[in-house]
């Protein structure tokens, strides 16, 4: 299974940016980099995908590094609605999910 | 809404008892999965279906776990002779799967369940 490694955990304060780093340093050339997030007691929640060059929508940007053995998660101005769970993951086939424990983030007010 | 739905929230079981589980996927969605996540980790896949056939089955699924998904939209998952290392959020998704591009899945709230 695709391994990935994140910070246990992380804090930001809102209205300000927050840089979520992932490490996957055994991708592969056809892996996509997804980011799913979970709120407590709710479901996964799609974040962002991507697979070589960086990507933006809505909820947030993804920078994909030249070699791709990393990726981060970019939240422009964090607020409370966004502490989660955070997690990357990427691998070699187009279904399930490999999950890790991933980094919970705290918004402090 | 039409995301997707899970059926219960919550179930509380003594051990020995059988459980069924249901999920609504979104409609049109062709592929359905089913995940288990106990406290403090990340999901663990646990099966999946391509409209109706069964794809996938992880080594955690053992005999005593079974699922359904008859015509292509809804699915069971059933546990019997529950056991208190049950205990978990069962959580169900679903994707569209089209040629040429990744699949995004979308999550069920989840079901909750405790074995005592």
């Known amino acids: 299974d695709a391994k990935t490694t994140q910070p246990n955990s992380m804090e930001s304060n809102e209205e300000e940016p927050v840089h979520l780093p992932c490490n996957h340093s055994t991708i592969s050339g056809t892996d996509y980099i997804h980011w799913y997030r979970q709120l407590p007691s709710q479901g996964p929640e799609y974040v962002i995908h991507?697979?070589?060059s960086n990507v933006n929508n809505r909820m947030a940007s993804l920078a994909i590094a030249e070699d791709r053995k990393s990726s981060t998660l970019i939240l422009h101005r964090a607020t409370l609605r966004d502490a989660a769970v955070y997690y990357c993951?990427?691998?070699?086939?187009?279904?399930?999910?490999?999950f890790g424990k991933g980094t919970l983030l705290t918004v402090n007010p | 809404d039409t995301g997707v739905s899970q059926d219960p929230r919550h179930k509380i079981t003594k051990r020995g008892q059988n459980v069924t589980f249901r999920c609504d996927p979104i409609s049109e969605h062709n592929r359905l999965y089913w995940y288990r996540q106990t406290l403090g980790q990340g999901p663990e896949f646990l099966t999946y279906?391509?409209?109706?056939?069964?794809?996938?089955k992880s080594r955690l699924l053992s005999d005593r776990f079974s699922a359904e998904r008859p015509k292509g939209s809804f699915s069971t998952l059933e546990i019997q002779r529950t056991e208190q290392g049950d205990s978990a959020m069962y959580l169900c998704?679903?994707?569209?799967?089209?040629?040429?591009?990744?699949?995004?899945?979308?999550f069920g709230p989840g079901t909750r369940l405790l074995v005592l």
């Open positions: 279906f391509q409209n109706e056939a069964q794809l996938e």
């Open positions: 998704a679903s994707s569209l799967v089209a040629w040429g591009s990744t699949e995004t899945q979308y």
């Open positions: 991507g697979r070589t």
């Open positions: 993951i990427h691998g070699g086939s187009n279904y399930k999910l490999t």
